[in-house]
């Protein structure tokens, strides 16, 4: 039977999903918070987890409770939102060794709720199920080993009856793969590797279909056994550490894949299907029923993951059952979520330079001679390359508003330079294999960062609002007419539809954390994580100070410090009383 997660998610009264519904839109009906009143929003309460490090994600609310998660140890705490007493607060034991091998800082992107469980995937891979009422386990089950550079980052994703877990380690030759568990056992129900054999990859060569010359077709046998050396694909990564979203109506499971290992491109020849893929599988038996490549042979570090937002809009013109995906690449995509067909693929940050433009015939970026880091060849600095290995926006998740039709982005304005060398591979070492340095986009406003408004129909910018560092937080929009989001100095914002700036408020800490809003007798409230870290953040994070550090990120985001510090504290806000 349906778990009562798709309903929860309708009573805009909850925030039941990480990404508030099942298709990723970021967006409530509520509406007391409005354009005109968000100037007079105050801090209603607030609440520190104890953790220091990169807070991603944010709390669910469910009825009259909040639940709330941690980065590693990965705690979570069940808050009464009567009087925030807490109600149960549960902390998993973990081998500490798992922290070395996360690639981009202890982050997690928060718990998932269903039929009165809660679902949290720890950084060591164990994902487990706890009584909502108690906080007791109820089952649990590890499904990657982090001696081998296996965690999990990303929120268990609740459909139907199941619970779906990704995998993180592409910097660690991980084989990404895509696991969906019984919700009421924990039962393995179907595993769907990103690279391999057909049978594990669980695809059809005759009937998966993926863009070709200018229409679907069938992709065929060993699509992608053909597109790598040997058995290269064993350590070919394409984890799977993003945001999925479900269609009921088709049945479909949309999610990404991350870059192929190593990232010295010279060392994996071909198009190393299926990194850099978007997948549409069916939620029962797992089988994909379309396929398609953002980034063919990865020399960059485009992970695909980013969100999939299932959106019914206008594309030239001609209503669209939509797939809406702002990728790392820099380009805005827009499918027909049913058929796989491309419809759009143009630039969200005018400065992106590694490609001139997806042709829309075969599917493919047309790389920049210049930027290719396979040809420049490895020991040599490609430089100047936009967007960085970041992408012009990473994991932060953007916003789609059903009333305006247009997508509201958090996103990077982040170039890069880019050194591959040659690199052998050790079972839970880094499986790098690049040197980079990262800096704001050259000859633009000297921030690290836009938010905009985008028009996925047809592909166009319709405002961007620069930010002097990379927006790292999910924003949110509601029915209010005001959009939300948080920076990485710790400034929670609300904008208008036009971007224009209505208010903001200095948090204890750097916003990696994804905008909420509840509402809970009769009043609405707004909620961030605050606690800088991230990939972005990694420098404060972790202690690194050597600009290379931290895969370049250290010496792009070095002024940070200049504006905050550590520590994971949830600001609730709303509009005094009458
Ligand atoms: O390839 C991977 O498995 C993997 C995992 C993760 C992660 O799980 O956090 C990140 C990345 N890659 C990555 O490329 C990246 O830019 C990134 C940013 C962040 C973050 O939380 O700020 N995580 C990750």
Known sequence: ADSDVEQLTKDPKNWAMQSGNLANHRYSELKQITAQNAKNLQVAWTFSTGVLRGHEGGPLVVGDTMYIHSPFPNKVFALSLEDQSIRWKYEPKQDPTVIPVMCCDTVNRGVAYANGKIFLQQADTTLVALDAKTG?????????????????????????????????GGEFGVRGRVTAHDINTGKILWKAYSTGPDNELMVDPGRTMTWTDGKMAPIGPNSSLKTWQGDQWKLGGGTTWGWYSYDPATNLVYYGTGNPSTWNPRQRPGDNKWSMTIFARDLDTGMAKWVYQMTPHDEWDYDGVNEMILADIKVKGQPRKALVHFDRNGFGYTLDRVSGELLVAEKYDPKVNWATHVDMKTGRPQVVAKYSTDKNGPDVNSKGICPSALGSKDQQPASFNRKTGLFYVPTNHVCMDYEPFQIEYTAGQPYVGSTLSMYAAPNSHGGLGNFIAWDAGTGKIVWSKPEKFSVWSGALSTAGDVV????????????????????????????IGNVHTWEYKGKQYIGVLSGIGGWAGIGLAAGLTKGTEGLGAVGGYKDLAKYTELGGVLTVFALPDR
């Open 136 to 168: 007791a386990e109820l089952w649990k089950i590890k499904v990657g080993d982090p001696k081998i550079g296996e965690t999990t980052t990303n929120t268990p994703h609740v459909f139907k009856d199941k619970v779906l877990t990704g995998i993180s």
């Open 484 to 511: 939300f989001y948080g920076t990485l100095e710790g400034y929670l914002k609300a904008v208008d539809l036009n971007g224009k700036e209505l208010w903001k408020f200095k948090t204890p800490s750097g916003i």
